[in-house]
């Protein structure tokens, strides 16, 4: 089982930036970040392709956040600029571990980290 470990999350106000991190005890395959809000559903935030330069990003992400890993550190990144209160929620890192499916499904990433809160006022 991998081991995922979030850092960096934080208050900031409206239109400030802050940077995600994920360690992982090692890292192969997909990996990905998540939003959830109280009583919500996990939403993808971005993903990251093994083997790839591509990413994927949901359209409110689009233009503002940034996904980065680096597999030597076995470490992946989400980059986030012009935060809005509406980006408040906790974020985790997931990795596939095995999981199939498409990158934008909660159910196709079977290794979670135990996330790290981003709070953004107005």
């Known amino acids: 089982q991998v081991q995922l470990v979030e850092s960096g999350g934080g208050s900031v106000q409206a239109g400030g930036s802050l940077r995600l991190s994920c360690a992982a005890s090692?890292?192969?395959?997909?990996v990905a970040w998540f939003g959830q809000t109280p009583g919500n559903e996990r939403e993808v935030v971005a993903a990251?392709?093994?083997?790839?330069?591509?990413?994927d990003y949901t359209d409110f992400a689009k233009g503002r956040f940034s996904i980065s890993r680096a597999n030597i550190k076995n470490t992946v990144s989400l980059q986030m600029n012009s935060l809005k209160p509406a980006d408040t929620d906790m974020y985790y890192c997931?990795?596939?571990?095995?999981?199939?499916?498409?990158?934008?499904?909660?159910?196709?990433?079977?290794?979670w980290g135990q996330g790290t809160q981003v709070t953004v006022s107005s």
């Open positions: 997931a990795a596939r571990c095995g999981g199939w499916g498409s990158w934008d499904k909660e159910g196709s990433y079977h290794c």
């Open positions: 990251s392709y093994s083997g790839s330069a591509t990413q």
């Open positions: 090692t890292m192969s395959g997909g």
